[in-house]
């Protein structure tokens, strides 16, 4: 294991390393910058201008800033982020605000947090040879689900500092990543969790995802997690939920998603993506490593 050089990380690490303990259970996993997901959103504009330019939450997912003019983005206006970063790819945003009409206000994000809340939905990032967790331009970064009931707090999200089991059935994504003034962003990789999205469970496919967090000082993490979306999966999403609810969605995504495709063009140059982001907060957590529940 690397030496840290970060007086401060050294003391907050060592200090999560002493609070650690094993069980029947298993080993706990010595890497000790694991964050569990305690809350998931979806990214979406401000109603701010900058230039001409919305504010959406997002990341830059293909590498350019795109406009009506840019036939690789589709012809679809690129965001800037709110904290000025262009090229901001978040698609997403619309169909989202689309659902959010038809139904009551919180309910898709309330569907969510009970996946999280019950144990069926605990997205861990687990950080290893890390050497400054403020600064540090080579780290590696694994992204799968845990198992187990977590505790909660007063405000109904999880505890921090709790040990789970890593669920050996689910898929595990190890990418490439760098920290820059406390800020980790990863490249890019493939993954998929389980989500719902128009009252339907589902496992949400993310293509050329990436990861942007802010670790703050007491090991919690925030930020966004963004990827692109197949518009085949929404379809399929959309068919689901047709029946299993009177109300038809099918048609009017097969009208709209045509018109927000940004990503991935096909050999006739349409795009087949739908950039999007989730935003995501979480707190430091324990993995039993390589142990089935």
Known sequence: MKRLRGVGW???LAALVGATSCSSSGTVDEATTAVVVTQIGFGARTG????????????DLDGRVSD????LGCRRNDFVAPD????????????YETVAEVFQDGVVEGIIQNSINEGRLLLIYQLSEVEDLRNDDLVEVAIYLGEGRPDLNSNNRIVANQTFDRRLDAQVTTVRGRI?????ETDAFDTEMPMAFFNVFFDLKLTNARIRGEIHEDGTMSGILGGAVDQEQVYEIGRMA?????????????????RWADLLPGEDGRCTHLSAAL??????????????P
Do not use: C, H, K, Y
């Open 84 to 95: 000025g970063r262009a090229g901001v790819d978040n698609q997403f945003t619309f169909l």
């Open 180 to 184: 820059v003034d406390g800020v980790l």
């Open 10 to 12: 050294v003391s907050l």
């Open 68 to 71: 009506n003019s840019d036939e």
């Open 48 to 59: 701010e201008t900058v230039e001409g330019v919305e504010v959406a939450v997002g990341l």
């Open 242 to 258: 047709d029946g299993a609810q009177e109300l038809q969605i099918t048609p009017t995504l097969q009208m709209l998603l045509p």
């Open 279 to 292: 935003t995501f907060e979480s707190v430091p957590a324990f993995v039993f490593a390589d142990v089935a």
